[in-house]
T-cell receptor, first 112, second 115 residues
Framework: EDQVTQSPEALRLQEGESSSLNCSYTVSGLRGLFWYRQDPGKGPEFLFT???AGEEKEKERLKATLTKKESFLHITAPKPEDSATYLC?????????????FGSGTRLQVQP | NAGVTQTPKFQVLKTGQSMTLQCAQDMNHNSMYWYRQDPGMGLRLIYYSASEGTTDKGEVPNGYNVSRLNKREFSLRLESAAPSQTSVYFC??????????????FGQGTRLTVV
């Protein structure tokens, strides 16, 4: 069974204080790992897709990396507008599994 | 470009009542999904439709039915609502579930309370 575990559950940072969020996964053949951002009362918004170990992607203050067992979302010099819940999801490779398995998310709060 | 539109946004049901959640996408996507989100449990897949004319069960299908009405629309029906179905429901769509993977786009959610 595919499993995705995110840590920490909640993280409070001061503006400018860099940190990383962790996503550990267990799947039968990873086809892709996705990061989403979710604001309160909204649906998840796509950030990145990573396909293979060693891959990295960046967008503004966010950088996502992938190893064979986990992914990190690095946040450099965060701003209050980065406050949100960050969700990690995987899509497995075996036949018949056609949708995403999500972690429970990390709630990030960035204080001015 | 509206993306994925869900209706209603909020709903309160009494136990045993039925209702249908509507979802429409205007991105010409082939695949559509229904998820539920509960505190501490992440998003869990209820049903999905890989392409028009097909539907399949996800992780938590009991108590739900779906209809892929056409390529744009995918509805979720609760035949006899139970308090355990109190949740936030998200519809999503993606171009395809096949390689190369494409990301899923989500609607704004329907907040359902069953009393």
């Amino acid at each position: 069974e595919d499993q995705v575990t995110q840590s920490p559950e909640a993280l409070r940072l001061q503006e400018g204080e860099s940190s990383s969020l962790n996503c550990s996964y267990t799947v039968s053949g990873l086809r892709g790992l996705f990061w989403y951002r979710q604001d309160p009362g909204k649906g998840p918004e796509f950030l990145f897709t990573l396909y293979s170990a060693g891959e990295e992607k960046e967008k503004e203050r966010l950088k996502a990396t992938l190893t064979k067992k986990e992914s990190f979302l690095h946040i450099t010099a965060p701003k209050p507008e980065d406050s949100a819940t960050y969700l990690c999801a995987v899509q497995a490779g075996y036949t018949g599994r056609r949708a995403l398995t999500f972690g429970s998310g990390t709630r990030l709060q960035v204080q001015p | 470009n509206a993306g994925v539109t869900q209706t209603p946004k909020f709903q309160v049901l009494k136990t045993g009542q039925s209702m249908t959640l509507q979802c429409a996408q205007d991105m010409n996507h082939n695949s559509m999904y229904w998820y539920r989100q509960d505190p501490g449990m992440g998003l869990r897949l209820i049903y999905y439709s890989a392409s028009e004319g097909t539907t399949d069960k996800g992780e938590v299908p009991n108590g739900y039915n779906v209809s892929r009405l056409n390529k744009r629309e995918f509805s979720l029906r609760l035949e006899s609502a139970a308090p355990s179905q109190t949740s936030v429901y998200f519809c999503a769509s993606s171009e395809s579930w096949k390689q190369p993977l494409t990301e899923a786009f989500f609607g704004q959610g329907t907040r359902l309370t069953v009393v």
